[in-house]
């Protein structure tokens, strides 16, 4: 496909359980953001990649979510011990990356994960 | 600390009714500002990207501009079809991005 996948498209766990949440992106893109969206709030940044390397990490809420991301491509958000307020659609975005100057930054958003935390 | 405000919150308007949302924003360092379009249970979707103030950029009913502290997106004689959430966004030095909270738009037929 030529967008932004993620998967799964809804993941409803218990408290206390770990999830992780995939994201793939646009073949060739080097950046790669995840943001989270609660109910009737605005998009919360959570980090964001470079290649594989994130260099900024202040979004992450708490020392229970991690990312990663592999060979420049897949990226996956693990959310540890999960609470009811994890609850919240997991956004991915990906954009072709800084090296193109500043219109390379123009995101694409996959569709999201609803996660439900019970 | 870097805000951006979207205003209204909420905007009904008849079909062919022009209006214009808002968004203000106070981060330094701005590289450039997005507006996107969500509906219901999916991904933002980019409409455009303003880069500096006095620039314009315009796709069918809608017309972004940029000014130094603010944009606006105007829609003219808007059809239902118009109707969705939008979003904008401010890229800071730092590889940030701040996101306001949206304008709901309903058209009415």
């Known amino acids: 496909g030529a967008g932004v996948s993620q998967s799964p498209s809804n993941k409803v766990t218990e408290k206390g359980k770990d999830v992780e949440l995939r994201c793939d992106p646009i073949?060739?893109?080097?950046?790669l953001y995840w943001y989270r969206q609660s109910l009737g709030q605005g998009l919360e940044f959570l980090i964001y990649?470079?290649?594989?390397?994130?260099?900024?990490k202040s979004g992450l809420p708490s020392d229970r979510f991690s990312a990663e991301r592999t060979g420049g491509s897949v990226s996956t958000l693990t959310i540890q011990r999960t609470q009811q307020e994890d609850s919240a659609v997991y956004l991915c975005?990906?954009?072709?990356?800084?090296?193109?100057?500043?219109?390379?930054?123009?995101?694409?958003f996959g569709p999201g994960t609803r996660l439900l935390v019970l | 600390e870097d805000q951006v405000t979207q205003s209204p919150e909420a905007l009904r308007l008849q079909e062919g009714e022009s209006s214009s949302l808002n968004c203000s924003y106070t981060?330094?360092?701005?590289?450039?500002l997005f507006w996107y379009r969500q509906d219901p249970g999916k991904g933002p979707e980019f409409l455009f990207t303003?880069?500096?103030a006095g620039e314009e950029k315009e796709k069918e009913r809608l017309k972004a501009t940029l000014t130094k502290k603010e944009s606006f997106l105007h829609i003219t004689a808007p059809k239902p079809e118009d109707s969705a959430t939008y979003l904008c966004?401010?890229?800071?030095?730092?590889?940030?991005?701040?996101f306001g909270t949206g304008t709901s738009l309903t058209v009415i037929p």
């Open positions: 975005a990906s954009s072709p990356g800084t090296s193109g100057g500043p219109r390379q930054e123009t995101q694409y």
């Open positions: 073949s060739g893109h080097t950046a």
């Open positions: 990649f470079q290649g594989n390397s994130a260099p900024d």
């Open positions: 981060v330094s360092g701005l590289r450039g």
């Open positions: 303003l880069y500096s």
């Open positions: 966004a401010v890229f800071q030095t730092g590889n940030q991005f701040y």
